[in-house]
Each structure stands twice: as structure tokens, then as C-alpha cells.
């Protein structure tokens, strides 16, 4: 453990004197200008949002093809769903076009870099072969950081989760074409599911299967409503959540969700206990809740769905460094900070944003409100007067 530094020096740290396993260089002088994220900004390339929109039209086009050729040549392809599939390759443009975006910043790039290469490390592999898939079922799958926050968050979480990845296992293949149910007889009670024209699985739709087949939308729904519900109830009654919520970003989706829903589930209500009353009225408004969710996805509080796969290789790669002890501990407590690989990549992307007190990255938080708290009262002695 070292020494605090003496009040003078409080503002920029040294950086040689560091406690830990891991090395790092010093940090960048200070005084190199006012107009730093302007320099930051021009290191961006020039081109990034034509690399962008060339790589959503890519992903599309790729998609496009997809349906074509899934879809036996537009042969299983239900031109009544045709609103859906366009919504899906406006998806797949805004989900490509963002992330490239996203990953064009320095502190995203490094994530990128260092997540993804650690998640398909060999060595990682051979020395912890049970780390990947126990970061994907606990981080991604059943997100247990959330559940050190709030049970009750963690449970609606996974409501919405799991009834989301239902629905789209289902809705985007159905919408592409690339399976459908057929009946030999044509009215049933015997179907077929068909995947790319080839028969994986007969079945009974008065059986118990055939049921769950013919209402895993309705299922996801259920799950979805609760979750969403308690997530809305949250926003308009916890202080916390009201303080920094918007309109837009927070509450959008959960309209969304529970709008999709509730449709979803007044068109089974009407086909089985209207006899189709106000099906027209009810299947315009759910394509229309759907189509706007779909697009909005790339753009508002979803695109975190994407993004997180990227956060599991960060995890991968923190947990690793934890593998081989290379803990960083703070300059002047010796509290753990978080592993040494993972702070120089904080201190490096830094140094990428050109800012000059990266040698901060260095202690733990309690210490860097001491040191500024010294810093400040050196300067201003006693105070204003």
C-alpha cells in the first residue's frame, strides 16, 4: 500500500508507483486543450456512417435472400404476413447500421475487440472450458446481476425476457416462410410442421401439443403482460425511476410490449368466443404495434438486447483475469479495484478520448473523492468567502 500523494499532486497522480500485477503507462499530461471531444470525435474515421448504412444494406439484402431461398422461392411465403417481413428488414438494417456505429467509438471498440476475443480465446477454452457456457446462462440467460438489485426486477425481467425470445422463435420463421403447418386433409385434425418444405413433426391439434403449437404466441403474451406491467406500475410509482425516466425511452416500450400483447391475445378471444367479431379492426392494430416495435427496436431501449452478447465477452474477459490473480488494487488503499487487464483497457480507452487524467482509473472511488476533497481544499484553503 502506498502513501497518499501530497495535496499539490492530487489533481494528476502519478502513475509509476502502482500496486498490483498488471503494468500500465502513464497517463497523458494535462493542458493539451479545452476541446477535447472535438479531437476525439475527428479521430472517429470520416466514413462512419457510410460504412454504417453499407453494412445495414448488406444485412438486409442478406435477409431478403434468406426469406427468398427459405421460403422455397416465395412458395411457403404468406403474402398476408408481407408487413411483418418488410418491418423484419427494416430491422435488420437499423440493427446493423447502429452497432457499426457503436462499435466505431473508442471505449466500444475495445469492448468489442477484447469481449469477442475473449470469448473465442483457445486458451480461455482449455483453461476454463465451463466459463462460457456458465456466463451465457447466468449472464445472458438468466441475468443474475439483476437480481442483486431488486427480485422483484429480476423476476418481471425474466418474464419479459423468456416471453420475448418465445415469441420470436416463432413469429420471425412464420413471417419468413421458412416453416409452416399443413394438414393432408386440409381441415385437420392432423398437421405437419415443415421446416424449409421438409416434415419435422406430426401432430394432433386437439392434443396437448398441437394446442401449445398453435398458441406459443398467446403463451408469450401471458408471460410478457405481467412483466411489462410491473415494469410500467415501477416507472409512475417509484421516485428513483420517475426522477431520470423519458417518455420515449423508457415508457415507449413497455407500451409496446403490453399493446402487442393484449391484441395478440383479443384475436384468439375473438376467433374462439366472438366468432371472429372485430378480427379485422384487432389484426390491423397488432400489425401496426408490431411493425413500430420492430422498427423502433434499433433505435430506443431494445438495442440492448443486441448489444449484450458483446457484454458477455467482457464479463469472459474480466473473469479470466480473476482466473490468474491479476487483481489491480488501489494506488493508495489497496482496496481491490477490478482485475489489471480490465483497468488498462479502461485507462486505454481513455487515452483514446484524449483525456488527460486516465491515471484516476488507478484508484477506487472512496480514495478519488479523498483526493479531490484534498485537492480542493488546498486550493481554496478555507473556503469561499
Not at 408487413?83 to 462499435?103: D, E, I, Q, S
Request: hydrophobic content about 45%.
Amino acid at each position: 500500500m502506498t502513501e497518499p500523494p501530497e495535496p499539490a499532486a492530487a489533481e494528476q497522480p502519478e502513475t509509476d508507483a502502482r500496486t498490483g500485477t498488471t503494468g500500465g503507462t502513464a497517463g497523458r499530461p494535462t493542458g493539451q486543450g479545452p476541446n477535447v471531444v472535438a479531437r476525439a470525435a475527428g479521430r472517429l474515421p470520416r466514413s462512419v456512417s457510410g460504412r454504417a448504412a453499407l453494412a445495414g444494406a448488406v444485412v438486409s439484402c442478406l435477409l431478403i435472400l434468406a426469406i427468398v431461398f427459405g421460403s422455397r422461392l416465395l412458395h411457403d411465403f404468406d403474402s398476408a404476413l408481407l408487413p411483418y417481413a418488410v418491418a423484419t428488414v427494416f430491422l435488420a438494417f437499423g440493427v446493423a447500421y447502429r452497432y457499426t456505429v457503436w462499435v466505431s467509438a473508442p471505449g466500444a471498440r475495445r469492448l468489442f475487440k477484447n469481449g469477442w476475443r475473449s470469448l473465442f480465446s483457445t486458451e480461455n477454452f482449455r483453461r476454463t472450458p465451463t466459463a462460457l457456457p456458465k456466463m451465457i446462462a447466468t449472464y445472458l440467460g438468466f441475468q443474475k446481476f439483476l437480481g442483486a438489485r431488486s427480485h422483484a426486477r429480476w423476476a418481471a425481467h425474466q418474464l419479459i425476457f423468456w416471453g420475448c425470445i418465445l415469441a420470436a422463435l416463432i413469429t420471425f420463421p412464420l413471417t419468413w416462410g421458412w416453416f409452416t403447418f399443413t394438414s393432408d386433409s386440409g381441415a385437420g385434425p392432423g398437421y405437419a410442421m415443415r421446416i424449409w418444405g421438409i416434415k419435422v413433426l406430426g401432430f394432433d391439434s386437439l392434443s396437448f401439443i398441437g394446442w401449445v403449437m398453435f398458441h406459443g404466441l398467446d403463451l408469450a403474451a401471458v408471460l410478457v403482460i405481467p412483466g411489462a406491467g410491473y415494469f410500467l406500475w415501477r416507472r409512475m410509482k417509484d421516485r428513483g425511476a420517475i426522477t431520470g425516466q423519458r417518455f420515449a425511452y423508457d415508457m415507449v416500450p413497455l407500451l409496446a410490449l403490453i399493446v402487442i400483447s393484449v391484441t395478440g391475445l383479443l384475436l384468439t378471444f375473438s376467433s374462439i368466443f366472438l366468432h371472429g367479431g372485430g378480427y379485422e379492426f384487432l389484426a390491423i392494430l397488432h400489425m401496426v404495434s408490431v411493425v413500430f416495435t420492430l422498427i423502433y427496436i434499433p433505435f430506443g431501449k431494445f438495442f440492448h438486447i443486441v448489444q449484450r452478447p458483446a457484454a458477455v465477452g467482457m464479463q469472459l474477459f474480466k473473469y479470466t483475469g480473476r482466473q490468474d490473480d491479476e487483481i489491480f488494487a488501489c494506488r493508495r488503499c489497496g482496496e481491490a479495484i477490478d482485475t489489471g487487464p480490465y483497468v488498462e483497457n479502461l485507462r486505454g480507452t481513455m487515452r483514446d478520448l484524449d483525456l488527460g487524467f486516465d491515471a484516476w482509473a488507478e484508484y477506487c472511488p472512496r480514495c478519488k473523492r479523498v483526493l479531490r476533497g484534498n485537492a480542493y481544499l488546498t486550493q481554496v484553503k478555507k473556503g469561499f468567502k
